[in-house]
């Protein structure tokens, strides 16, 4: 009786990770023939369906697959792969607003491309795994940005106050390639396996204007830098280039000298010292050149968190005062902007042009934004930001229900608040959980 897909892939992955912890210094030779595997490409295949996403430059979709025969498209993909015939389209670029207004430039790969990619990742992340440092937070099994949070929480009230918040300018985009091969041919010596990983970072760039006309741009394999993010091995090897600086820290002896400890999530990342902010500023900006990255001075900046508060993948770290006995302490708790944000998303779910849908229906959409966000806001002092939250989603829901029902004046006689959290079950985040006074390190 074969073992199911998913299991196969577990016994792979258990068996490459065991040899790479066992063996720091060995290269794996064969790889490139696990990646066309068939259960490693099922696998894979599903992986990508669950994600679902965009479709790329072909226009291919998972509907269009399915309508096509699953089974007979992996075989002909695994084929490409066999024969060594396969080579990747071009990433489409489109770009997502961020919170300061501008744009982030985001490419995705056609599903054939991304299930490719999720087949090498199956197979290389397991063997990585064992080489990224305690430090790295992101991207990673049983590791998440709320342990990261928590950590700078922990090391900021144990005397390392002093933080070197940095930002680089444009991580994914400026990452060199031929380091990157280092880093990948330090634990990867299979040339078919690093050939298939090189197609990827030179793919070039498709881009539709508003005019409908199409762009493509080389610009990756040209100036030789620079990874997709959307891509679905980018976060794989994100982290592996940043290991360099993260390891090469305490190897050349920053962290022990210094007592500067680096806490890092993708591109983010601090550095919390003991007085010893100045130096260990320096010390990562002369790594950073190495590493033929940029350091963005606008946003980089030295401080002691009693005195300035740090953001930190949406929370704000600093000086907070206890409501019950006026003692200061460093807190953590949601930063102004998350809560803005969150507002702001819920009024425009609570808009005018909303008002022919199901009232239970709009709940549930606020709900799942409540739940999201507090699932990931639980960390702190919550009260204050959950209140505020509280306030605004029922105000928004209350100002909703006036206008679909035509009442007059504010609606609080006609919608209290019972009303809303107990026969319209909208979630009251006060309700949810416990004040936290100290972040969970």
């Known amino acids: 009786m074969s073992l199911p897909t998913l299991l196969k892939v577990q016994k792979l992955q258990a068996a490459l990770h065991a040899k790479a912890k066992g063996s720091p210094g060995y290269r794996f030779y064969a790889l490139y023939d696990k990646v066309y595997r068939a259960d490693v490409l099922t696998e894979a295949y599903e992986q990508c369906r669950q994600n679902g996403g965009a479709a790329g430059i072909d226009g291919q ?21 066999r024969e060594k015939s396969y080579r990747p389209q071009a990433v489409r670029r489109v770009y997502i607003p961020k919170p300061n207004g501008k744009q982030r430039p985001l490419g995705i790969p056609t599903v054939r491309d991304r299930v490719a990619q999720t087949a090498a990742v199956l197979v290389l992340e397991p063997i990585f795994e064992a080489d990224l440092q305690p430090e790295q937070y992101a991207y990673r099994a049983n590791r998440n940005a709320l342990e990261a949070v928590g950590k700078v929480h922990s090391l900021v009230n144990t005397g390392h106050a002093e933080v070197v918040d940095a930002d680089l300018s444009g991580y994914f985009d400026s990452i060199p390639h031929a380091e990157l091969m280092k880093s990948v041919a330090r634990r990867v010596s299979d040339r078919h396996m690093l050939h298939l990983i090189k197609m990827w970072l030179e793919a070039p760039v498709e881009e539709i204007d508003e005019r409908g006309n199409r762009h493509r741009t080389t610009r990756n394999k040209d100036e030789r830098r620079g990874i997709p993010q959307g891509a679905p091995i980018s976060p794989l090897l994100s982290n592996l280039y940043m290991r360099r600086f993260v390891l090469g820290w305490k190897v050349l002896g920053h962290e ?15 550095i919390c010292c003991r007085g010893t902010a100045r130096q260990a500023m320096a010390a990562m900006r002369q790594m950073m050149r190495g590493l033929r990255l940029t350091v963005n001075e606008e946003k980089t900046r030295q401080c002691s968190v009693w005195d300035e508060a740090i953001d930190f993948l949406g929370y704000t770290i600093g000086r907070c005062y206890s409501p019950k006995t006026g003692k200061v302490y460093i807190g953590t708790k ?29 709940v549930a959409r606020i709900n799942r934004k409540l739940r999201g966000w507090s699932n990931y806001f639980c960390l702190g002092a919550v009260s204050k930001a959950y209140r505020a939250v509280d306030r605004h989603a029922a105000g928004r829901l209350r100002r909703w229900l006036r ?20 026969q319209l079950n909208l979630i009251r985040l006060t309700g949810r959980t416990r004040d936290f006074s100290w972040a969970k390190a």
């Open 61 to 81: 979709r998972f509907e269009d697959i399915e309508a096509y025969g699953v089974e007979k498209w992996l075989g002909e993909l695994a084929q490409e792969l």
């Open 403 to 422: 206008k679909k029902h035509k009442v007059r004046g504010r609606g609080a006689a006609r919608y209290p608040d019972e009303y809303l959290y107990e």
């Open 256 to 270: 022990q000298r210094l007592r500067a400890y680096i806490v890092n999530y993708a591109d983010d990342f601090v």
């Open 334 to 362: 949601p930063s102004k902007q998350k809560i803005a944000r969150l507002c702001r998303e819920i009024s425009e779910l609570t808009e005018p042009r909303w008002l022919l849908i199901d009232t239970e229906e709009l």
